[in-house]
């Protein structure tokens, strides 16, 4: 007995979603077929869609359908201050606090040696190009404070201090080995408050 | 700060699969354009030919992109015996057995009176249809020996009866409690071996 190619061919794609196996992405295919075939179309051209439209800010690395994201062109925001995070989702969290008004730039990951993710992965000659134009003063490290996240921080805070610029860090208002996405938004205030020169 | 309308579009469609929340959902698309857009794009592309091609077997009601399946077309199968099972998976664990030569009906499901899953869910009229053809004389109930499963084959074997045939059920070599889907080979053929009348 073989299978239907179009269903082989479903259930190997669901697999290559992050921590989806075997087991879940033929349930997933037998739901969506046979449960929720507007879903299945709806995810289909999602998919599409956002490969077909979304890139990066040219400004601050985020996902984004314009060339600068909306973010990036408030004219409100405060330029002298930009605020490191690993992913957007960080970005959100901090936003939520209401603590902060500067800039943003989005790394969309963390070093990583051991994983192969090294300065490039992260956007280290994007984000130096950034914090050097001549408006940013203050550099605010925000990346997790897992210990891939600390290491992050620390070279990204050498090479912006050679570069002569001011470079400080959350305050450790973060637990320890926390990651900023599940903290609640009143420790991220304070921490973002009693943020310290590193 | 908004969210981009693609990725935002992209995340609510994610939380669509079965098993999959909000965080996920959104670590997913971050994942799939950061790091593998090729599968995002075989995803989408694999979801919409799925939705488009893929209906159900005139005869055995299983997934498939053509009228009868193969396994129904397939003229060595000893067409006197019928399986019904829940799921494609399940037929296939079967299939592996290499002691069954008959022909299938797949469920697409079970009884669950609680979450509103009756007869119609089940193609009951389908299946007495098919296992009333003449031709059928013994009909092997399959499902899980889950709670669902023993009184989804307990409907379906009174139906059937009622009608003047046989059916058998699967021994009890499978654990009871057990989902065929999980269970090695080898007890399964046990089971086929001593299925008993119902
Ligand atoms: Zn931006
Ligand atoms: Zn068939």
Redesign the interface.
Known sequence: ???????E??S???R????VGP??A?????????H??E?????????????D??QHCAACNT???IDV???CQNQERDTHLLCVVE???D??MI?QTLTYKGLYFVL??RLSPLDGIGPKDIYLDKLITRATNGTVTEVVLATNFTNEGEATAHYISETLKARGLKVSRLARGVPVGGEL?YVDAGTIARAMLDRRAT
Chains 1, 2 share one sequence.
């Open positions: 007995m073989k299978k239907s190619g179009s269903l061919n479903l190997e794609a669901l290559r979603l992050p921590g087991k879940s033929q349930r997933m295919a037998y739901h969506l077929l046979q929720d075939r879903a299945a179309s709806a995810l289909g051209h999602a998919l599409l869609n956002a490969v439209r979304i996902f984004t359908e994201c909306e973010t992913t957007p989702a970005q959100m936003e969309m990951g996405e």
